[in-house]
């Protein structure tokens, strides 16, 4: 009976031994092994005599904390986040040439005739419909000219999304891959509040302002698609800041357009147009005056416009120049 206890509570203790590591913990004082582990504070403590045996115990849970389980599933990933403006999404796999195994050593010939197949193969599925061979240019180009005209990230990942429903819609058949890009990143700097005017994506691209403007209707037409209109005070902090003008110059500016859209006055209007006048009323009131000439080759607008647009706001709002 004596033995068949000892052998009872050895087995209760072994089955309490909790491995960490490659090592099992014995405790130094009283040679106990049944230990408790605390996560929170990383430390291995025995369950007998509460002596700490280590202070050194990896954290293996997630570096996040969530404290509903909408955060927790919200929060739970496995590799990197998804990004739209790569054809594959960013889930993709390469082989690489090393020609070499996990350990470092060098393969041999037959194993090295396999992988270059392997991979020969794995470069070929990654495009082998018509879609991922359309998505592959089309990303390319969109990187190249959202770097070329320092579009930032997000509406890079919106215009990717919007080229993505004109592909599913077969809108692209008939166009040009490089119009219907430039068209998704024409659109998504308005859906981001940030537009961009057409000439200046076209100065980046081989394509003409009248296709350009043929494949953004398209897109609104089939796409249904909530674009806001563009507001011309979204134009005045940039071309402002090209034309060199102070910050109370802008700020006049953006209350001319205000006083103008309050009046009716920006209705069927170039935006453009609108704020490159409102500029020029502004210089003049501030005394920062800028020729009509060059606020029309910054806001890529031709003088009669702006000149236009200066008459209309100076006569409906009462505004004096002199």
Not at 37 to 65: A, F, K, N, Q, Y
Not at 188 to 216: D, F, G, M, N, Y
Request: aromatic share 4%; charged share 25%.
């Amino acid at each position: 009976m004596e033995m068949i206890g000892l052998a009872s509570r050895h087995s209760k203790t072994q089955k309490k031994r909790e491995p960490i590591g490659s090592a099992s913990y014995v405790c130094n004082a009283c040679s106990c092994v049944d230990v408790y582990i605390d996560h929170t504070r990383g430390e291995v403590i025995c369950s007998s005599c509460g002596l700490v045996l280590s202070d050194r115990s990896i954290d293996m849970g997630p570096e996040w904390r969530a404290f509903t389980s909408d955060e927790q599933n919200a929060r739970q990933r496995v590799g990197g986040p998804t990004d739209w403006s790569k054809f594959d999404q960013g889930l993709t796999t390469t082989i690489g040439r090393q020609n070499v195994d996990a350990s470092g050593r060098k393969l041999t010939s037959t194993r090295r005739a396999e992988i270059h197949r392997l991979r020969k193969w794995q470069i070929r599925t990654k495009v082998h419909s018509s879609d991922k061979r359309n998505l592959a240019v089309a990303m390319t180009e969109l990187h190249r000219i959202s770097s070329q005209l320092s579009i930032p990230y997000s509406i890079r990942e919106t215009s990717a999304v919007i080229y993505r429903k004109a592909l599913r819609k077969r809108l692209t058949r008939g166009r040009t891959i490089l119009g219907m890009i430039a068209a998704s990143l024409y659109l998504a700097c308005r859906v981001h509040q940030v537009p961009r005017p057409l000439e200046e994506i076209v100065e980046q691209i081989h394509i003409t302002r009248k296709e350009l403007s043929l494949c953004v209707r398209l897109i609104l037409r089939y796409l249904n698609l909530k674009i806001p209109h563009s507001n011309p005070a979204e134009f005045v902090h940039r071309f402002g800041t090209e034309l060199e003008l102070p910050g109370e110059a802008k700020k006049k500016a953006i209350d001319i357009l205000e006083l103008a859209r309050e009046q009716r006055l920006t209705i069927g209007k170039d935006p453009k147009g609108m704020a490159a006048a409102a500029i020029y009323v502004a210089s003049i009131l501030t005394g920062a005056r800028r020729t009509q000439l060059e606020i029309a080759r910054t806001a890529r607008v031709t003088e009669v416009t702006v000149r236009n647009r200066y008459k209309e706001m100076v006569e409906k709002l009462g505004i004096s120049t002199t």
